[in-house]
């Protein structure tokens, strides 16, 4: 028994999320202070499902990074697999209040020193699912360590996951994005794409078909492409596709998360061995209830007897 459910590799940050709804940050006046990162927030999430996650990240020797360690002995996720470090600070990002896909301005520093003696080979051979991000992928150190633990995870036996949350502003060059997320993809790991990612990584608009080719001829047999209010879509190498409408939501209060939201319920679904079906629909009804709240899933909400 592996004892290891979901080892997720990457970013943790401060979100700066704006109070006021529905504008840019050149028009926001305040912001409220939430612990972020694709990856914590999936390892927070499955924690609260009842998973046993293990969130490998950075931070700095200051105040937000023992904010982190706070907030994550609040919910008991693991923190021996997290790093201090003295000559950088704690990355943080500050975000748009919004019902779509938000306007984001980061300043990152210790989030992407993560190195290699953090993730151990007996680490490895006791974890399912191996997840990171195109985000946590952007950057030295962390892209080497991350693309050697991948392949000596996959070849270990685990699988492999990754949100493809592409950002120009966050990668620079296009060409360096395309070339190592096609080196990740040789590990065959489930892929989680948004629309809005996809825009901006082949900088137009695609055809689902074309994006599903895209990843299945560079060795994914899963793609799962959100489709924010319109759901989703379900791509197996072979298979018919399987496409999903969104849980209705009477009000959007934040949109920052859902995808990750997302991502938690999908992923806590195949450990269980679900059916892709009703992973993908644990997955939008946990989307739904991310949607409701502002930050990530209220600590108030009981979100297994959400999704039973």
């Not at 879509?233 to 939501?249: C, F, N, R, T, Y």
Request: net charge neutral; with cysteine.
């Amino acid at each position: 028994m592996k004892n290891i459910d979901i080892l997720c590799v990457g970013e943790v940050l401060i979100d700066f999320i704006g109070h006021q709804i529905g504008v840019q940050i050149n028009n926001t006046r305040d912001y409220h202070r939430y612990l972020g990162g694709s990856p914590t927030n999936v390892a927070m999430n499955a924690s609260r499902l009842g998973l046993k996650p293990v969130l490998v990240a950075t931070v700095g020797n200051d105040g937000f990074g023992e904010y982190i360690f706070k907030r994550f002995s609040e919910v008991g996720l693991n923190t021996n697999y997290i790093k201090t470090i003295d000559d950088k600070p704690t990355s943080v990002i500050f975000v748009s209040r919004t019902d779509s896909t938000p306007d984001f301005i980061p300043f990152r520093e210790a989030d992407y020193c993560i190195s290699e003696d953090q993730i151990s080979k007996e680490t490895l051979e006791n974890t399912n699912i191996f997840h990171t991000t195109c985000f946590a992928l952007s950057k030295e150190p962390a892209q080497t360590t991350i693309l050697k633990k991948a392949e000596e995870a996959y070849n270990l036996g685990c699988k492999l996951s990754i949100d493809v949350n592409y950002a120009k502003k966050i990668w620079g060059s296009q060409e360096k994005a395309l070339s190592i997320i096609k080196a990740y993809c040789k590990f065959n790991p489930l892929i989680k794409i948004s629309e809005d990612d996809m825009i901006r990584l082949f900088e137009k608009e695609l055809p689902h078909e074309e994006i599903f080719n895209f990843f299945h001829e560079n060795g994914v047999d899963t793609v799962c492409l959100t489709l924010g209010s319109k759901g989703v879509k379900l791509s197996q190498k072979g298979k018919e596709i399987i496409q999903l409408p969104a849980v209705k939501v009477e009000k959007v209060m934040d949109a920052t998360g859902a995808g990750d939201a997302f991502w938690s319920g999908f992923l806590f679904a195949y450990i269980k061995e679900k059916p892709v079906k009703d992973c993908l629909q644990v997955a939008l009804q946990l989307a739904a209830l991310k949607l409701q709240n502002v930050g990530r899933l209220p600590d108030n909400i009981n979100i297994l007897s959400k999704l039973l």
